[in-house]
Structures are given as C-alpha cells and as structure tokens.
C-alpha cells in the first residue's frame, strides 16, 4: 500500500519520519525521496540482515538517515538516544517480509523445509522449536487459539504433544504435516482459500515475537512522540492486529489526542494484490495527532 502511505503520511522536505519496520526499505525509499533536501528517515527493524540491505539500498540517502537495530516498542528509546524529541510521522508495517518468508532458514514458511525459528531478530533466546516442545497441551492450544484463531488448537497441540513424545518436531514441514493432519478428515480435501497450516504458524510466530504485546505498547508511545497535525500509518495482515490498532485508535480519539482519518481501514486494490498477493490481508489505519 505504498501509494496510499505516502498520501496520508503528508510528506514534504524537512520533515521526520520515522519507519519502525523497514524491511527492505520498500517504504522508506519512496518517503527519503519526497523529504529531501532538509528531511530525516529514522529506520528501525529488529532484523539486523535486513538492517543491512536497507543501508546498502540507501546509500545515497546516506547524510539523510539514521538506523536502528532495535524492537519497535522501544521507540522512545532510539529516538531519546538521536535527540530528538518529535517527529512528523510514523509508519509501522506489521508482519513478516518477503525477504524473511523466502529464506528457509528463517523458519517462517511451511512452503520450504526449515528449522523452526521464526525469530524476528536472530538474537532473541525463544524460538518456535522452545514453544513447540516445551509447552503442554493446555498452552499450546491455548496458544493456537489465542494467536491463531485456529479452528483445530485442541486437535492440533494433542497431536504435537504425542508426535513429539517420538521425536522433537524441529522443522516447518514437520509441524505443517502435523497440523495437516490434525485436521478432521471430511475437512481435509475441502477448499480453503489459505493453506491449513498458516493459523498455526502465525499465531506461533506471534507468540516467539510477543508480536501483539509490543504492538499495543508501541501505539501508546508513537501518538506521545508525534508533533501536532502529524500521522501514525499502520498496516496489519490479519485481525488481531487490526482489532488492537482499531481500538488504539479509537481510545486516543477519546482521550483528545488524535483525529481518526480512516474511520474504516483501507484495503489493497486489486491491481495491488494481482502484483503482490501477500498483500491481499493488509489493512491500512490512519490517526492524525490533535
């Protein structure tokens, strides 16, 4: 949703805005472009390889960027540290990137055999392998539910607990195939419009990150740091995440602090979706500071 970012962030030169999920730098090559001369990107990602890509990919925009490899809830951190106490924007694009979905060594994606990981930043100590084996049936299904939706949690975490009674379950195809087979059989050759094992992945995923934990606390901390008429952007993938950005929103609005310019979130077009299907979930929300 690139163009729709751009729009509703309100960019000129000279402003600062802040890219608390860079990626690959999708988004903050397009905002480095319409903030120079005089403008500052600060780009923060807890994934130090893409932290790499991105200074390589913008390089030229050196003088005009600063980067930190850090977790997005700690926000008020990284900008305290730069000095700077205020800034014009702020886009969080939520989720995983395609760089991370297509390295199977990540552990991301059912797609490739792979260790399983899913660590957003590498040097966190919990992994989906601690999770998978060390949790018991109750808050691995709990879990599954809690993070996933997952229709099947409670025949999923009992089946995950006996297969790894065997063996520890230590890579995604392992964990897809269990997850697969968990569910009923009437249910297993019927269409479904996402592969059976995405629920179960994401809310694992969710779970090793504390993916919605930061993300409330983030939000808190973003509105404080934003100067008067400035926007937060947030784009989620599923409902859980939209659902805590829907009610953020919706709570500073009470409190006075911020004007809801997307009453309702913005979708993916369609000429976006036929280009890049992971993009047929995001939801873009948009509060602009009072």
């Given at each position: 949703?690139?163009?729709?970012?751009?729009?509703?962030?309100?960019?000129?030169?000279?402003?600062?805005?802040v890219d608390a999920t860079m990626g690959t730098a999708g988004?903050?090559?397009?905002?480095?472009e319409r903030i120079i001369p005089g403008g500052k990107l600060i780009g923060i990602d807890c994934d130090g390889e893409s932290l790499d890509i991105c200074r390589k990919r913008l390089e030229k925009f050196s003088s005009a960027c600063e980067f930190a490899h850090s977790n997005f809830v700690d926000i008020d951190i990284v900008l305290e540290k730069m000095e700077i106490k205020k800034v014009d924007g702020i886009l969080f694009d939520l989720g995983v990137s395609s760089l991370q979905l297509?390295?199977?060594?990540?552990?991301?994606?059912?797609?490739?055999?792979?260790?399983?990981?899913?660590?957003?930043?590498?040097?966190?100590?919990?992994?989906?392998?601690?999770?998978?084996?060390?949790?018991?049936e109750e808050e691995l299904s709990n879990l599954l539910w809690n993070f996933g939706e997952e229709r099947w949690h409670n025949r999923i975490a009992r089946l995950l607990v006996e297969e790894r009674e065997r063996h520890p379950i230590s890579t995604t195809l392992e964990l897809a195939d269990i997850v697969s087979r968990s569910t009923p059989f009437k249910y297993r050759h019927k269409h479904y419009r996402i592969h059976r094992a995405t629920r179960a992945f994401q809310a694992i995923r969710i779970a090793v990150n504390r993916e919605l934990e930061v993300l409330e606390a983030v939000l808190s901390k973003a509105v404080s740091l934003l100067e008067e008429k400035a926007r937060i952007c947030v784009i989620s993938f599923h409902s859980l995440e939209d659902r805590?950005?829907?009610?953020?929103?919706?709570?500073?609005?009470?409190?006075?602090?911020?004007?809801?310019?997307?009453?309702?979130?913005?979708?993916?077009?369609?000429?976006?979706?036929?280009?890049?299907?992971?993009?047929?979930?995001?939801?873009?929300?948009?509060?602009?500071?009072?």
């Open positions: 949703m690139l163009d729709e970012v751009l729009g509703y962030l309100n960019l000129a030169p000279g402003k600062i805005i988004h903050s090559l397009s905002i480095l297509s390295e199977a060594e990540r552990g991301f994606s059912f797609q490739k055999d792979g260790p399983l990981d899913m660590r957003l930043d590498k040097e966190s100590l919990i992994s989906a392998y601690d999770l998978v084996n060390n949790l018991n805590i950005v829907k009610h953020s929103f919706k709570k500073f609005s009470s409190l006075g602090l911020v004007d809801i310019i997307t009453p309702k979130p913005l979708m993916a077009s369609e000429a976006e979706i036929s280009l890049n299907p992971l993009s047929r979930s995001s939801k873009l929300r948009v509060a602009e500071r009072i």
